[in-house]
């Protein structure tokens, strides 16, 4: 069973903020949260990974709260490029890594 | 970050044949890989699991004697699928384990 729950779709326009939130309420202390973009026809792309409080690189955000029972995922003024289906991933060293459904962002001109 | 191929990114066979897809990483050693499929639309959904230099471990409902998995150095494993069915076309997708988990840029399987 995936360990996390997205939402199936978002919509959203160029240039504004978007915030994708993931819940993943059984997460174990060893467990990584780690945010995947893909494109049809493509693997996953690793866009942003943490383990608690927030996290940024040049692409995105990562906010996780203390008890780590969710996350969200922010991207900052998103373009027509953006649109993929991405996906939030909690990932341990020692265990198979499990694919939930995952978001599809479609960001609208 | 890290660097994974796959080969052939594209195949196209006849029902009843054999394909094997290999899958590299390119910068590092890995012992475990992970191999996926994906149809469309659908998410990745993991196969097997194959650790370098023993048998792979094969999630529920998929065949391991159509799916054979060699993992024969930390840098390359390969999947064959025997016997391809027209159902077996799919999205294959491979990632060996690391600390930031990378994934194959798939091989796209269309079995005629």
């Known amino acids: 069973l995936a360990k996390t729950t997205q939402p199936i779709s978002m919509d959203s326009y160029e240039g504004q903020e978007v915030n994708i939130t993931c819940s993943h309420n059984?997460?174990?202390?060893?467990?990584?949260i780690t945010w995947y973009q893909q494109f049809p026809s493509q693997g996953p792309r690793f866009i942003i990974q943490g383990y608690k409080t927030k996290v940024t690189n040049e692409v995105a955000s990562l906010f996780i709260p203390a008890d780590r029972k969710s996350s969200t995922l922010s991207l900052p003024r998103v373009s027509l490029s953006d649109t993929a289906v991405y996906y939030c991933l909690v990932v341990s060293r020692d265990d198979k890594i499990i694919f939930g459904k995952g978001t599809r962002l479609h960001i609208l001109p | 970050g890290a660097v994974v191929s796959q080969h052939p990114s594209r195949v196209i066979c006849k029902s009843g044949t054999s394909v094997k897809i290999e899958c590299r990483s390119l910068?590092?050693?890995?012992?475990?890989m992970f191999w996926y499929r994906q149809f469309p639309k659908q998410s990745l959904m993991l196969m097997a699991t194959?650790?370098?230099?023993?048998?792979?471990?094969?999630e529920q409902g998929v065949e391991k004697d159509k799916f054979l998995i060699n993992h024969a150095s930390l840098t390359l494993s390969t999947l064959t699928v025997t016997s391809a069915h027209p159902e077996d076309s799919s999205f294959y997708i491979c990632?060996?384990?690391?600390?930031?988990?990378?994934f194959g840029p798939g091989t796209r399987l269309t079995v005629l």
């Open positions: 194959s650790n370098e230099g023993s048998k792979a471990t094969y």
């Open positions: 910068d590092f050693q890995a012992t475990t």
């Open positions: 990632s060996p384990r690391s600390d930031t988990q990378y």
């Open positions: 059984n997460i174990a202390t060893n467990d990584y």
